[in-house]
């Protein structure tokens, strides 16, 4: 990726990029962003301003770019994200919670996790908060060992 932006400051700027360059008592992520903005504006290559900054080349260009969309509020803050994965449906919970309270299939005693999340076609990880969201502990809802009929 070749560098697309080019970083030019005003004195006001550039003044109050120094400020939080020097500001020890700032995260060190502003700081560094402030400073490879301050960089940049000397016309230092990018692998320059990578090395003397002390991050990537990637993010020397991706802070270059975000000062020259947003300026120096745009150095402060992280752009928001959306949250991880979305939470299961009614549906996926409801057949977790009744597979959890019905008899087992075969010999076992009760459902374990691991059966539960497989039967559904879900994963481990999504079983169990479920379980803890209910209060249900799949070793605590046993049901009656199966009997075999005698020959």
Sequence with gaps: MAQTVCVLLDASNAARLAAIASD???????????????????????????????????????WQRRYAEAGVEGLLRDKTRPPGTPPHSTETVAEVLALTCSEPPGEVTHWTGRAVAR??????RAVQPTCQTFRLDQARHRHPRRRQPIP
Excluded: F, M
């Design 24 to 62: 020890r008592s700032r995260p060190l992520e502003h700081t560094q962003r402030a400073c490879i903005v301050l960089l940049s504006a000397e016309r230092l290559s990018v692998q320059d301003v990578a090395r003397r900054a002390g991050v990537s080349r990637p993010a020397v260009w991706r």
């Design 119 to 124: 039967a559904v076609g879900i994963p481990l």
